[in-house]
């Protein structure tokens, strides 16, 4: 609600709609329903113009309206935060409740539609009970004219229009409330999340994803459907009331029965929340391991770990589906118990009635038994609305756990005290060791996502459990200065820069820092878009700013090797880019952004030496510090700290500034040894701001550089898609026999109805039931009839034969149904994770987590629960529509006549609907569509009732009152059913895209090919020999050739480098060895063997790679070495003897058990990286490949990388990809790349012996470049 002057003021919108009618200057995009009127409002007239809009063409954004100014996220944010603050000051954090916050939000809209629902269910009573027995009554007495039945038409045509309306208005308010609420809530969690410094471990990932998908959708449904529970009571009670004016205190037995049944259903609903709460816990450990194994996709299928890895997943499947059928055959034995109440109640309170001397007539039975239909009706909705109340509160508990996370006091001072400081550090202590927790955990754990290093680090004197990241920092930076930052490994040089932007713990002294703060992280982060939308990140685009960006990043040369420049599409986290690619764009971005102060970690350490040292002097030297910004800038590359304004040493902790750049100078001489990095093997030079690149229009190029493929669907769903279902749940067999049990059960319960008619009309037993004009009501007593016992028996066996079917019904659908969300998620999985990579080149990992969190879960619960609704409603409608007949052959005239309106008109809704959701419309505009479709059928069903009740007025002297009842009280079945049914049907069918999506995924995606033609020996490959022989290979069809005919051979334990400037080929030499991507032509031989013909999982199996990314997964040190238990203990603290990680994990808690954070947050990048190294010795593989593992360490932590891997891997051969020299220069023989071509392969001594060589000039490149430095 938008803020208003006074109280009363927001309230004027809402009152202007009461006006009939209202002028409306359709402005573009204004959306319509802020002027619509009362009329207009309640008969979604305004939304009839998009309708015949879509009719002529498919809707597109440009048809669409802007989103109503009272729905927009921002104002209904700001009322919702407000809100919960006030809560918060006036209940205290831990007495805080969000359902309270969230009932205050919707307080008057729920008032209104509360009173809106009274009513309808007024209404409803009137229609289907009062107007009801005056008909029954109208046949009984001959004496009523036609006029009177007439009245009684034009009351029944009044009161259903009447139910209509209220509906609809109802639900007006609802699914305004609904995107309101969903917005707001959400909008709190995202600006939370972002506003943490940490979040806790019990927290993860994948359970915030959860939230914003699954919990918004619960919250959604809560304000739909939620109030609507009222209806149930209130239904009762008049319903009660009437049967007891009608048959007098036995009347009280019937709804006894729908008393006793409330707190069965209560209990049912109880448990059923109880068991969805444990199985949600799973669904989001299995989306975490999931969205694990996406992130980590490339070195699981290095690892050739697919098998275990989808056992894990498995494994928690297994248990969650177990939970889920529990809860799911709960669910339906309640539906069961709504449709099952009726006829139990009127079966016993009939036969108490006849049992205590009273005559049953066909005004008592039949206008009991539709007030017993409007009661159940009541109880039908009610398993609807208890259930997205049990979810919404399920929804909010946790959305609450997040909001009430304690948020950490800002420590960072926005300005100095000093203007001439852009930053003043002073005696500084802080900790990762954040003790955030949601502050009903009263044993709040420590939380630590600190390198783990630090914790040799002591502890602060004023609270002993934290451990201190950095100790007593003491920095003061003027503005414009450039200072260097150089340190070991873990020093906390990263935790540095984490602290100044607030990200840590204070403990101690003051930080103040500037607000205007560029920041570019020793890990590239990347976002799914171009490469041009990365670098402005949202900010308007200045061509001439951007260009000198570019240029000062020197990526002019790597957009003319992309496909379309910079408006390629990078893919999901950069996959498609190498990484020194990834970490220029990182630090385009933090340069386009033009700020006052810069923190660039470590933003050279993965680039060569030509273009590190075109960074440093045009990118950080020339664009940035003469331009007065400050840079703080953390590197290994030693030689550029000479040119910096200050240099300070990280070491343990501290910062330790050292003098006139008086740092060591055998530090400085290993950093250029180590620099001496892979130029331009064409030598050749960065492209200036001004230098022609490649001439293409900017609409091909973005044609060409589209990576990402859109999700399209066509616009019905096919029959094979429900075939498909089927089959996944059974099978056509199983799926007629528990359509028998459905048909069965609901026929059960109509066959109630026609035997109590068949029974009143029997009356005594002496009048023939086929001259029903003869029948007296007044002289044929039931209580007469010799057969009034077999009725009684037959009557109440079939209620307990529907008790019986029901259950059966339920378990058998339940059973079906969790089983194919089984098979097809087993499936799903199975595709995803044998994918080609390149298919993760091409599709957004969120894309694909989504079809096994949100569609998994609609297929799981939501679609299972719509199905059954719709079948039992639909079997419903088709027997009440059968007894109508019987009673009345002319009816099925009229229903010739409206069903191919009511199916026309549900078709092109459904249709329309379909592309409302292809198209992203905003989900308000989609459940308009419903609401639209909803009272145009409830319209039409309103001919059927009235059909029917003229039929009996116009027949009323040849059909006794008995049949007249049956008839009615179907027709008044049917009226209240078929919207409902028919929506119903629609929703299973929009939900039924999910399954079209997973079916479509299972069908597409494209396989690993691992057709085995041989099975090599255990011991292969025993040498460790590869050969490549005229090898090609292009990533996708329609790229350049990444590899060109490549021929070379290793031999056996033979160490090989491999260099090349960016872009020229060195990884792709890996990916084919993986045979991640298979070669377009030529062969690989390893040891004699093509392997090609080699199954996959041998190959891979037999292979190790340390990537320059280090993978660690969430759980403990010894799963990340040892992910499946295959080796001992000794064996483990062997490989981190060997690795110089056993003093590390030795002093931890827990040590082979201590705690690894989600990607391995709580190490530094060189931990991980040796972590990663003693993961490798484990596999004891006799091929070894190093891609570019030392790019983002330091010279002695890459020192002693080298080291332990000549000596641990001394018997194995061993392919270093790298850009330093010093990486390679040690190897047997090296491989100079260039373009996707091998220019020179020859021993390091030889090729710099030759100074012509293209080794030799790079060397001598680099010299020129420190010299120069």
């Known amino acids: 609600v938008i803020q208003s002057k006074s109280p009363i003021d927001k309230y004027k919108p809402a009152l202007k709609t009461l006006i009939p009618f209202r002028p409306f200057a359709n402005k573009k995009n204004e959306h319509p329903n802020d002027k619509a009127g009362l009329v207009s409002t309640m008969t979604f007239s305004w939304f009839t113009v998009l309708v015949l809009r879509a009719f002529r063409k498919p809707p597109s954004t440009e048809d669409l309206w802007q989103l109503s100014k009272y729905d927009r996220t921002e104002p209904n944010y700001a009322r919702m935060l407000r809100f919960w603050k006030n809560e918060v000051s006036s209940k205290g954090i831990k007495n805080a409740s969000l359902w309270r916050v969230f009932i205050r939000f919707i307080r008057t809209r729920m008032i209104l539609t509360l009173i809106l629902t009274c009513l309808f269910s007024g209404v409803v009573f009137i229609s289907s009970g009062i107007i009801l027995r005056k008909l029954i009554q109208h046949v009984s007495n001959p004496e009523y004219s036609l006029s009177h039945g007439l009245v009684l038409v034009g009351a029944l045509i009044a009161a259903e229009v009447t139910r209509a309306s209220l509906l609809t208005a109802v639900y007006v308010i609802n699914y305004r409330t609904a995107v309101r609420c969903r917005s707001a809530m959400l909008m709190m969690i995202f600006h939370k999340v972002l506003h943490l410094t940490h979040v806790p471990g019990s927290i993860s990932a994948g359970e915030l994803t959860n939230m914003c998908s699954n919990d918004g959708d619960r919250i959604f449904e809560i304000c739909r459907t939620g109030n609507l529970v009222v209806m149930g009571p209130i239904l009762f009670i008049t319903g009660t009331v009437y049967v007891c004016v009608l048959i007098g205190p036995i009347g009280l037995i019937g709804s006894g029965i729908f008393i006793l049944m409330l707190p069965v259903q209560g209990i049912l609903v109880k448990l059923m929340n109880s068991i969805r709460q444990k199985a949600v816990a799973l669904t989001d450990q299995r989306v975490h391991k999931i969205n694990e194994i996406l992130t980590s996709i490339k070195l699981i299928k290095m690892y050739s770990w697919e098998k275990p890895f989808s056992d894990v997943v498995h494994a928690i499947r297994v248990k969650e589906l177990s939970l889920l059928k529990i809860a799911a055959f709960l669910g339906s034995v309640n539906i069961s118990a709504a449709f099952l109440t009726p006829v139990v109640a009127a079966v016993i309170m009939f036969s108490a009635y006849v049992s205590f001397g009273h005559n049953l007539t066909a005004e008592e039975a039949f206008t009991c038994v539709a007030l017993f239909n409007v009661m159940s009706y009541g109880l039908k909705l009610m398993p ?3 259930k997205s109340i049990a979810d919404g509160a399920a929804s909010f508990k946790r959305l609450q756990e997040v909001l009430c996370i304690k948020d950490e006091q800002d420590y960072v001072r926005k300005k100095t005290r000093d203007k001439q400081n852009i930053i003043k550090v002073e005696n500084a202590s802080l900790s990762w060791n954040s003790k955030t927790s949601t502050v009903d955990e009263t044993d709040s754990k420590v939380v630590e996502d600190t390198p783990v290093n630090d914790s040799k680090h002591l502890l602060h004197d004023d609270e002993p459990n934290v451990q201190v990241t950095l100790q007593s920092i003491d920095l003061t930076v003027q503005n414009g200065d450039l200072i260097g930052i150089y340190g070991p490994v873990g020093s906390g040089k990263s935790s540095l820069f984490s602290a100044l932007l607030g990200q840590m713990e204070l403990l101690g002294g003051s930080v103040a820092v500037c607000e205007s703060i560029a920041y570019a992280a020793q890990e590239a982060w990347l976002m799914n878009a171009t490469v041009r939308e990365n670098i402005i990140f949202g900010s308007t685009y200045n061509k001439i700013l951007y260009k000198k960006v570019i240029y000062a990043c020197g990526l002019e040369q790597d957009f003319n090797i992309l496909p379309s420049r910079d408006l390629t599409e990078v893919g999901e986290r950069g996959l498609n880019l190498s990484g020194g690619q990834k970490q ?16 660039l970690d470590d933003p050279l350490s993965a680039v060569d030496a030509h273009v590190g040292k075109h960074i440093f002097f045009e990118a950080i030297f020339t664009f940035l510090k003469s331009r007065g910004k400050t840079i703080l800038f953390v590197t290994h590359q030693t030689q550029y700290l000479l040119h910096c304004d200050k240099v300070f040493l990280m070491k343990n902790g501290t910062l330790i500034r050292t003098l006139e750049h008086e740092f060591d100078e055998n530090e400085l001489t290993k950093s250029e040894d180590k620099a001496e990095v892979v130029g331009d093997t064409t030598s050749a030079s960065i492209q200036s701001p001004g230098s022609p690149g490649k001439s293409l229009n900017e609409n091909d190029l973005e044609i060409q550089g589209k990576l990402m493929s859109d999700e399209e669907r066509g616009s019905a769903i096919p029959m094979s898609t429900y075939y498909s279902y089927i089959k996944a749940s059974g099978g056509f067999i199983l799926w007629m026999l528990m359509s028998m049990f459905f048909f069965i059960n609901v026929g059960a319960q109509q066959f109630g109805n026609f035997w109590i008619s068949f029974w009143i009309n029997q009356g005594s037993g002496r009048e023939n039931f086929s001259a029903p004009v003869m029948f007296d009501l007044t002289v044929n007593s039931l209580l007469d009839n010799p057969n009034f016992g077999l009725y009684l028996i037959i009557y109440g066996v079939v209620a307990l034969a529907m008790a019986v079917i029901s259950v059966l019904r339920g378990f058998s659908y339940v059973s079906m149904t969790i089983q194919g969300s089984g098979v097809l998620h087993s499936q799903l999985f199975k595709k995803t994770l044998y994918a080609t990579m390149t298919f993760y080149d091409v599709t957004p990992s969120g894309r694909i987590l989504n079809r096994f969190q949100k569609d998994m879960d609609e297929l799981d619960t939501v679609l299972p629960f719509l199905w059954e609704m719709f079948i039992l409603n639909f079997t419903t409608l088709l027997i009440a529509a059968a007894l109508i007949a019987y009673v009345f052959p002319q009816f099925l005239i009229i229903m010739a006549i409206v069903l191919p309106m009511i199916f026309f008109l549900t078709e092109f809704a459904a249709e329309f609907q379909r592309l409302l959701d292809i198209n992203g419309v905003p989900c308000y505009l989609f459940a308009c569509a419903n609401r639209w479709l909803a009272l145009r059928l409830d319209m039409l069903t309103v001919i059927t009732g009235v059909v029917t009740t003229v039929l009996v007025i116009v027949y009323g002297d040849v059909v006794s009152p008995a049949s007249a009842g049956l008839a009615l009280s179907s027709s008044f079945l049917m009226t209240g059913l078929i919207q409902f049914t028919i929506r119903l049907l629609t929703e299973a069918e929009a939900r039924f895209v999910t399954f079209d999506r997973i079916k479509y995924y299972i069908t597409n995606i494209p396989q690993e090919e691992s057709k085995s033609t041989i099975t090599p020996e255990e011991s292969w490959p025993a040498r460790g020999v590869v050969e490549y022989s005229n090898v090609s290979m292009r990533y996708r069809p329609g790229l350049q050739l990444a590899l060109k005919n490549i021929s070379f051979k290793i031999n056996e334990k033979e160490k090989i480098g491999i260099v090349g ?51 660690l997964f969430s759980g403990s040190v010894r799963y990340n070495l040892d992910p499946f238990s295959k080796h001992s203990d000794d064996a483990l603290w062997i490989a981190l003897e060997k690795t110089h990680l056993k003093p590390l994990i030795s002093s931890q808690e827990g040590q082979l058990e201590s705690t690894v954070l989600e990607g391995g947050s709580n190490f530094s990048v060189g931990e991980r990286q040796l972590i990663c190294l003693a993961r490798a010795l484990l596999r004891n593989s006799k091929i070894l490949v190093l891609d570019e593992a030392t790019a983002a360490v330091d010279s002695d932590t890459e020192k002693l990388v080298h080291e332990m891997t000549k000596e641990m891997f001394a018997d194995c051969t061993i392919i270093t990809i790298a850009h330093r020299l010093t990486s390679v220069t040690s190897c047997d023989r090296v491989i100079v790349m260039n373009d996707g071509e091998i220019v020179e392969f020859d021993e390091p001594n030889v090729l710099l012996s030759n100074e012509h060589s293209q080794f030799s000039q790079m060397l001598a490149a680099f010299k020129s470049n420190a010299l120069v430095s």
Do not use: E
């Open 584 to 599: 220029r764009i990182s630090l385009a971005r933090a340069l386009y952004s033009d700020r006052d102060l810069y923190l």
């Open 1061 to 1111: 400037r960016t872009g020229s080929g060195k990884s792709s030499l890996a990916v084919t060895l993986f045979r991640l991507v298979d070669s377009s032509s030529g062969s690989i031989i390893i040891d004699g063997v093509d392997i090609k013909s080699v199954d996959l999982h041998d190959l891979r199996s037999k292979l190790s790679i340390i990537p320059q990314d280090p993978v």
């Open 384 to 386: 609807i609305s208890i």
